[in-house]
């Protein structure tokens, strides 16, 4: 695999067996762009075709873990419909990928962790958040339905009334709250995560293959079950960018205050 030829994701091994992921755009907070969002869809099936790689952590660059989507992509895709649907495809085989690849994959989350980049930390297999990480589906505050990973992964972890109000209200959830409502599987010390993230890792490559990667399989199925819902979602979150309210929404979001929808 040529993980050289990436230009939004850094890519190196941690350990044998073991490679390691990095959102890398440190000056926006590993905010995804157009780039970064194309790659994010073809990295597991790329991973999943190495031989060699047995784990990946995902990890972002720097204090956080990624920002969400970049606002000018955001816009490009209101204007111009053969974008809107390029992306809404990568926005789909985002999700789909990380849960057909056979290779467990473990994120490990310091920051905020928000939009396409939140999709893949919490659709890893074990998630590792710092304690005061600050994770956020911001969808209806932006003026558009939750749509990314949201319908197939939040209330099978942590219930529907806890995915209802935290994805209606656009509420934060710090990695210590996260863990207690199930929505990520460890909340450790803000300055531990990427070791804890390795040394989980570090157990999984010595594991049983063969195990590891069918138990993966037949647990997603509770996931591919939901498949109907996210596809759902996510149509008419891409419905909602043709419409008003995500014109307020990215306004507010560039001069930081609150929508007026």
Same mark, same amino acid.
């Given at each position: 695999?040529?993980?050289?030829? /990436?230009?939004?994701?850094?890519?190196?091994? %941690?350990?044998?067996?073991?490679?390691?992921?990095?959102?890398?755009?440190?000056?926006?907070?590993?905010?995804?762009? @157009?780039?970064?969002?194309?790659?994010? !869809?073809?990295?597991?099936?790329?991973?999943?075709?190495?031989?060699?790689?047995?784990?990946?952590?995902?990890?972002?660059?720097?204090?956080?873990? !990624?920002?969400?989507?970049?606002?000018?992509?955001?816009?490009?895709?209101?204007?111009?419909?053969?974008?809107?649907?390029?992306?809404?495809?990568? %926005?789909?085989?985002?999700?789909?990928?990380?849960?057909?690849?056979?290779?467990?994959?473990?994120?490990?989350?310091?920051?905020?962790?928000?939009?396409?980049?939140?999709?893949?930390?919490?659709?890893?297999?074990?998630?590792?958040?710092?304690?005061?990480?600050?994770?956020?589906?911001?969808?209806?505050? *932006?003026?558009?339905?939750?749509?990314?990973? %949201?319908?197939?992964?939040?209330?099978?972890?942590?219930?529907?009334?806890?995915?209802? /109000?935290?994805?209606?209200?656009?509420?934060?959830?710090?990695?210590?709250?996260?863990?207690?409502?199930?929505?990520?599987? *460890? @909340?450790?010390?803000?300055?531990?995560?990427?070791?804890? @993230?390795?040394?989980?890792?570090?157990?999984?490559?010595?594991? !049983?293959?063969?195990?590891?990667?069918?138990?993966?399989?037949?647990?997603?199925?509770?996931?591919?079950? @939901?498949?109907?819902?996210?596809?759902? !979602?996510?149509?008419?979150?891409?419905?909602?960018?043709?419409?008003?309210?995500?014109?307020?929404?990215?306004?507010?979001?560039?001069?930081?205050?609150?929508?007026?929808?």
């Amino acid at each position: 695999m040529r993980y050289d030829e /990436y230009e939004r994701l850094k890519i190196d091994w %941690a350990a044998e067996g073991v490679l390691r992921v990095m959102l890398s755009e440190p000056r926006k907070l590993n905010a995804v762009d @157009a780039v970064g969002h194309r790659e994010l !869809s073809r990295i597991w099936q790329d991973v999943d075709r190495d031989e060699r790689v047995k784990v990946v952590v995902v990890r972002g660059e720097g204090a956080a873990f !990624s920002a969400g989507g970049d606002l000018a992509m955001i816009e490009e895709m209101m204007r111009d419909h053969a974008v809107r649907m390029r992306v809404f495809a990568e %926005a789909r085989d985002i999700v789909y990928n990380i849960l057909n690849c056979s290779k467990p994959v473990v994120s490990a989350i310091s920051g905020p962790a928000v939009g396409a980049g939140l999709a893949v930390a919490l659709l890893a297999d074990v998630s590792v958040a710092g304690r005061s990480a600050r994770i956020i589906d911001g969808h209806t505050r *932006l003026g558009v339905a939750a749509g990314d990973h %949201a319908a197939i992964v939040w209330p099978l972890l942590c219930g529907m009334a806890k995915a209802k /109000y935290h994805l209606l209200l656009c509420e934060p959830v710090t990695g210590e709250k996260a863990e207690q409502m199930g929505l990520v599987s *460890l @909340a450790v010390d803000d300055d531990t995560v990427h070791k804890c @993230a390795l040394e989980i890792a570090d157990r999984l490559a010595a594991g !049983s293959q063969e195990a590891i990667r069918l138990t993966k399989y037949a647990l997603n199925n509770w996931l591919r079950l @939901a498949g109907p819902a996210f596809d759902a !979602s996510l149509a008419m979150e891409f419905l909602g960018f043709t419409g008003p309210d995500v014109v307020e929404g990215v306004r507010a979001v560039k001069e930081k205050r609150t929508p007026r929808f």
